[in-house]
């Protein structure tokens, strides 16, 4: 019983402190969510134009949860839980929402963000079944999702002589 609770203890004080968690859902591949820990559970928002997506998290589904440090980026603690879709304008809702909207950076919309939320988005109540996930000593890297964002091309040829020359130059 002990050690129950202190698993629990674990789980909550991780997740809170943590400002985002590894969920997989039943399918799809682990996905970084921000979210908020609010009555005993991890709330997400997302699914809609401009939000995170929640690609395998299905309302009565499982999910498997990853906390990582905030300092060092080390997996803490790993722990399960039963995925929950709050109706919207719901009493569970407006007070998820309420917490998720002070959490939410650069919001297109501002105060109109919880109704575009109701309408067009998703929030989910992760909460957790008490099953801490094993860790292991291997690594739980994982390959890059697939985007159509790119961050690096080649660089140009004459791009060396050209940073050499403003270098004559100067002296």
Avoid: F
């Amino acid at each position: 019983m002990t050690e129950q609770l202190l698993d629990q203890a674990l789980v909550e004080e991780a997740t809170k402190k943590s400002g985002l968690i590894w969920v997989r859902g039943a399918v799809g591949p682990e996905r970084a969510l921000w979210h908020v820990w609010h009555e005993g559970a991890a709330h997400l928002v997302g699914d809609g134009p401009g939000e995170q997506p929640l690609p395998g998290l299905t309302d009565g589904g499982a999910a498997t949860v990853t906390v990582r440090s905030k300092d060092k980026g080390g997996r803490i603690v790993g722990w399960t839980a039963t995925v929950a879709e709050l109706a919207p304008h719901s009493d569970a809702w407006e007070a998820a929402v309420a917490e998720l909207k002070g959490k939410r950076l650069n919001a297109p919309d501002g105060e109109a963000m919880p109704e575009r939320w109701a309408t067009e988005c998703r929030v989910l109540r992760l909460e957790p079944t008490g099953a801490m996930v094993a860790s292991s000593s291997e690594s739980a890297a994982a390959a890059p999702l697939p985007t159509p964002a790119t961050t690096r091309r080649e660089a140009p040829a004459a791009l060396p002589r050209l940073l050499l020359r403003g270098k004559r130059r100067r002296k």
